[in-house]
């Protein structure tokens, strides 16, 4: 079964306690991105990779660094998170190649809580 | 650059009522868009896309309709049901550096309640 998998699903940490949220897809998929959601603002993009060792910013990177070493993998990390970035995450992943409007698959999101 | 603007909610519609969330975007070359629905507790799922004007998307009675000339992608369903109960967001994704996938813009998601 196609999937992208998100964990945690739910978390709750304290201001500057470093924490990683892992993705994985299993669709050999070029393309996976980070978007967090919030009230009223919808999904705002952090980061995105394009392939292996490829990855580029999106609207709200400030405080994430993600890395791409393996194709499957798109790991999320908050190096020292603060209570802004309390927030639904979500991880996707599509192919790279593929004609317009290729079907992105989003994962089950994680819910991060910082106090 | 590109973006997308989607009515605000709450949208909330008594059974069989008919349906429309509107969507219209900005883009500076030839988007695809999309409709996403968002359950109670789950992720995004794609609800139906379309990649050039004039195209319908359509998926479990719910349709949209690529207007180019309006830059408008509305979402219509004919009779709600109480299951269709969920966020409907509105996206469009542009090219990448000449490649066909892109990244997604989102609307800011409507909240949709079907009462019975």
């Known amino acids: 079964e196609a999937q992208v998998t998100q964990n945690p699903r739910y978390l709750i940490t304290v201001t500057g306690k470093k924490l990683t949220v892992t993705c994985s897809q299993n669709?050999?998929?070029?393309?996976m991105s980070w978007y967090r959601q919030d009230p009223g603002l919808g999904l705002r993009q952090i980061y995105y990779s394009m392939n292996v060792e490829v990855t580029d910013k999106g609207d709200v990177p400030e405080g994430y660094k993600v890395s791409r070493k393996e194709k499957r993998n798109f790991p999320l990390i908050l190096e020292s998170p603060s209570p802004n970035q309390t927030s639904l995450y979500f991880c996707?992943?599509?192919?790279?190649?593929?004609?317009?409007?290729?079907?992105?698959?989003f994962g089950e999101g994680s819910w991060l809580t910082v106090v | 650059g590109n973006s997308v603007t989607q009515m605000e909610g709450p949208v909330t519609l008594s059974e069989e009522a008919f349906l429309t969330i509107n969507c219209t975007y900005t883009a500076t070359g030839y988007p695809s868009l999309f409709w996403y629905v968002q359950y109670p507790g789950e992720g995004l799922q794609l609800l139906l896309k379309a990649t050039k004007a004039d195209d319908k998307g359509s998926n479990k009675g719910f349709e949209a309709t690529y207007r180019k000339e309006t830059t408008s992608f509305h979402l219509e369903k004919g009779s709600v049901q109480v299951s269709d109960s969920a966020v409907y967001f509105c996206?469009?994704?542009?090219?990448?550096?000449?490649?066909?996938?892109?990244?997604?813009?989102f609307g800011r998601g409507t909240q949709l309640t079907v009462w019975p």
């Open positions: 996206a469009l994704s542009d090219r990448y550096r000449g490649s066909t996938l892109g990244r997604l813009y």
């Open positions: 996707a992943s599509s192919p790279s190649h593929a004609p317009p409007g290729n079907t992105i698959y």
């Open positions: 669709m050999n998929h070029e393309y």
